[in-house]
Nanobody
């Protein structure tokens, strides 16, 4: 059974940091690209960050580049999103996603529908 389980969300103040974790099971994690998306109330789910299966290259939304860092530990089947200098506009439910067919040669990796596996989400709230 494929599972992605996020953890690490919470309520923080602007300028604080959080690290989200995504625990994967039920598939060969090391062969799959990982992505983080977020969805704020009333808005569409949007791309935050992604990493190739081998961790060789990372991709970020302009809104988080320089503040967020995606990483993975294939030996532990874990992915992470380190979020620094958080802003109120970062408030959203954060989801990890995975797929083994995501193309990083085009902008398709930005699309939620490119990822087959999803976690249940973890809430991040940043107060001003």
């Amino acid at each position: 059974q494929v599972q992605l389980v996020e953890s690490g969300g919470g309520l923080v103040q602007a300028g604080d940091s959080l690290r989200l974790s995504c625990a994967a099971s039920g598939f060969t994690f090391g062969n799959y690209a990982m992505g983080w998306f977020r969805q704020a109330p009333g808005k569409e789910r949007e791309f935050v960050a992604a990493m190739r299966w081998d961790g060789g290259r990372t991709y970020y939304a302009d809104s988080v580049r320089g503040r967020f860092t995606i990483s993975r530990d294939n030996a532990k089947n874990l992915a992470y999103l380190q979020m620094n200098s958080l802003k109120p506009e970062d408030t959203a439910v954060y989801y990890c996603a995975s797929d083994n067919k995501v193309s990083f040669y085009t902008t398709r990796y930005l699309r939620p529908d490119e990822y087959d596996y999803w976690g249940q989400g973890t809430q991040v709230t940043v107060s001003s």
